[in-house]
């Protein structure tokens, strides 16, 4: 699906909501999010968001079609939270950790990155930080000087999980300029073959 944006700003969207964003979180397939007037359309980056997760792994999957449908430069994203101080840690003990954590996370984007570029034959960009994941995507976007669209998956927390524990595509939908591809955790199976004797068209 693709639905536009009016940008009503974060005052407003609070006050009186979104269609957009009430949409994509209760869209069964893919929704692209238009934003950001001529100038942000065919974007010229696609920044994927991935931690490993299977909605992460369909997003980054949809991402590289679409890249390369606009013949846009692909990078993959993961970030890697900041873990906390542990009772009888020392400081040089959790920097050595956090360094394990990245690296791990590195390895593993590097992994899907390289699954990408064999089934599309185009490079893939990796990008890893200790960061929250939607703070490192909209970083991502503004540091170029060229239109991004971003893509991330989405867990189907539901409304309460979402206010709760918050949501990555809820918060880089409402912060970013440009479009967004959210992609559902699960899609629905709308084409399957008949049960007897029939024939797909």
Avoid at 79 to 87: E, Q, R, T, V
Avoid at 120 to 135: E, I, M, N, Q, W
Avoid at 168 to 182: C, E, K, M
């Amino acid at each position: 699906m693709v639905i536009g944006c009016r940008g009503l700003g974060p005052v407003r969207r609070l006050a009186l909501g979104s269609v957009s964003e009430a949409v994509v979180h209760q869209a069964t397939r893919p929704t692209l999010v238009v934003r950001g007037g001529d100038v942000s359309w065919p974007p010229a980056q696609v920044i994927a968001g991935d931690d490993g997760s299977a909605p992460a792994g369909r997003a980054t999957a949809l991402a590289a079609r679409l890249a390369g449908l606009v013949v846009a430069r692909l990078t993959l994203a993961r970030a890697c939270p900041a873990l906390p101080l542990a009772p009888r840690q020392t400081c040089e003990e959790l920097a050595r950790l956090q360094d394990e954590a990245l690296r791990r996370a590195r390895d593993g984007l590097a992994e899907r990155a390289r699954h990408l570029e064999a089934a599309t034959g185009r490079p893939v960009r990796v990008a890893t930080a200790t960061a929250d994941p939607a703070a490192l995507l909209l970083d991502l976007a503004a540091a170029g000087d060229q239109p991004a669209l971003l893509a991330v998956g989405s867990r189907g927390l539901g409304l309460l999980g979402r206010l709760r524990l918050g949501s990555t595509s809820t918060r880089v939908l409402r912060a970013a300029h440009g479009p967004v591809l959210v992609v559902p955790h699960a899609e629905q199976e709308t084409d399957r073959a008949p049960a007897s004797g029939g024939s797909r068209p």
